[in-house]
């Protein structure tokens, strides 16, 4: 069972044509061509200007890694850097983010985020990264500011990783993370006869890019012709709101209660099929609740009288527990685990960190 309005349908009807539109190299991609064919001029010219020096790109005092993808909407961005921001300070370092956030007010502004910052201000995403990840997190339009406020504010952050960011080339990077989920290049084509935001690396020639690029795929098999690493998304568990505010962490056992009973399953995803269907394979009966990305939840979206909700992490951020819901609302946790190869990718192309290595709570041990 799907909750449908009328815009969400119109939505998702646009959605699934613009994805069939970007899935094969048809009429409708080919009569866009030309203006494909000067958006990857034009990116491909940025990219050599700022390789060559002819636009400046500033480096920070301390290694950058920018984890971004190529295809527009959403690949698994987050989780990624969830996942390296834990893998780098179980082997050491003190990592630190950043972060535009998206769709928050005063994107101009520079600020830092922590657990309390209002989601309005900070961003749904950056919030979700800062409880997630407790490493410091600083979001601006301007990547090179937010990094110097960053480093300034916490002296101990000996690495940094860039949440998005990969066409932002102002920033030098040390690394650069392109993660692909099951949809691999689409179509192969740029904006606006395909998906892709530039032309997709050649891995039989040298890398375009002045960083380092690794590839990681929010799949369980490539997708593309690069070769990369995969990576497994599984549910964590559910945990209630109010506990889930609170810090406490989410229980595969919560699940039993919920699998005989209807839920709505409520998601502000770019792609929020992968979310529901990890939902069914866990044993729940949903009723789908497909929301705009970055939705704000300003109004509740379900039907007066619902009884339990679930929702994601990135919405559970906007969704504070003092106000009046009336259902029973719980988040769901998902985990992110690339395969092992791709730490020691990783790591392999930093510096020794200064510090001893910690498990993934930043816990030295004895």
Known sequence: MTIRSVSTDLHD????????????????????????????????????????????????????IVVGNLLVGGAGKTPAVIAIATLLRAHGWTPGIVSRGHG????????EVDVTTDARRAGDEPLLLARRTRAP????????????????????????????????LGLGRDIEV?????????NGRVLPAGPLREPMPN??????STATRIVLYNATAPTTPLPGFVSRRSLAGIVPLADWWRGEPASPDTLDGLRTRSVVAAAG????????????DAGLTISELAL??????????????????????KDAVKLTPDRRIGARVWVAA??????????????????????????????TPA
């Open 13 to 64: 009807q646009w959605a699934a044509r613009l994805q069939r539109v970007w899935s094969e190299r048809g009429a409708a991609s080919s009569v866009l061509l030309p203006l494909a064919w000067l958006f990857g001029g034009a990116t491909a010219a940025r990219r050599w200007l700022h390789r060559r020096g002819y636009v400046a790109t500033h480096a920070l005092p301390v290694p950058v």
């Open 104 to 111: 928050r007010k005063g994107e101009g502004e520079v600020i």
């Open 137 to 168: 997190v600083v979001v601006g339009r301007d990547r090179v500011a937010a990094g110097h406020a960053l480093l300034q504010a916490h002296a101990k952050v000996d690495v940094i990783v860039s949440d998005d960011g990969l066409q932002h």
């Open 178 to 186: 392109l993660v692909f989920d099951e949809r691999g290049p689409g």
């Open 203 to 208: 891995p039989a020639s040298a890398s375009e």
């Open 269 to 280: 995803l770019a792609r929020p099929e992968r979310f529901f269907a990890l939902l069914r």
């Open 292 to 313: 705009a990305d970055h939705y704000d939840f300003a109004s509740l979206p379900w039907p007066t009288g619902t009884g339990d909700v679930v929702i994601t992490e």
């Open 334 to 363: 998902l985990d992110f685990e690339p395969e092992a190869g791709f730490a020691d990718a990783l790591l392999c192309l930093l510096p020794r960190p200064s510090m001893p290595p910690t498990d993934p709570h930043g816990n």
